[in-house]
Nanobody, 116 residues
Framework: VQLQACGGGLVQAGGSLRLSCAAS????????MGWLRQAPGKERELVAA????????YYEHSVKGRFTISRDNAKNMVYLQMDSLKPEDTAVYYC??????????WGQGTLVTVSS
């Protein structure tokens, strides 16, 4: 599966952004999808994930209640709605896909910058 993410940008603290990821391939609905981020000088972290059928979710503790992951299997799309953004959310965000237990497929990153 090939992944193409977009939607990053510069936003003030408290603002919102919506990241989108378009996936190629006929088996999109068999993949667990997620969003990883990497901030300068920090390790990558999985911020959100959604099961292939869209019924099971994971959120990293610091984004719970602020970020919402969703997917549209008919359109081969996955989204990350980010609200109440904080400067510490500044990072490069990657759309990722897993057919098993590891995220084997990565899109190019999209930069999110939150100014204070």
């Amino acid at each position: 599966v090939q992944l193409q993410a977009c939607g990053g940008g510069l936003v003030q603290a408290g603002g919102s952004l919506r990241l989108s990821c378009a996936a190629s391939g006929r088996t999109f609905n068999s993949y667990t999808m997620g969003w990883l981020r990497q901030a300068p000088g920090k390790e990558r972290e999985l911020v959100a994930a959604i099961s292939s059928g869209g019924s099971i979710y994971y959120y990293e503790h610091s984004v719970k209640g602020r970020f919402t992951i969703s997917r549209d299997n008919a359109k081969n799309m996955v989204y990350l709605q980010m609200d109440s953004l904080k400067p510490e959310d500044t990072a490069v965000y990657y759309c990722v896909a897993a057919s098993g237990v590891t995220y084997d497929y990565w899109g190019q990153g999209t930069l999110v910058t939150v100014s204070s």
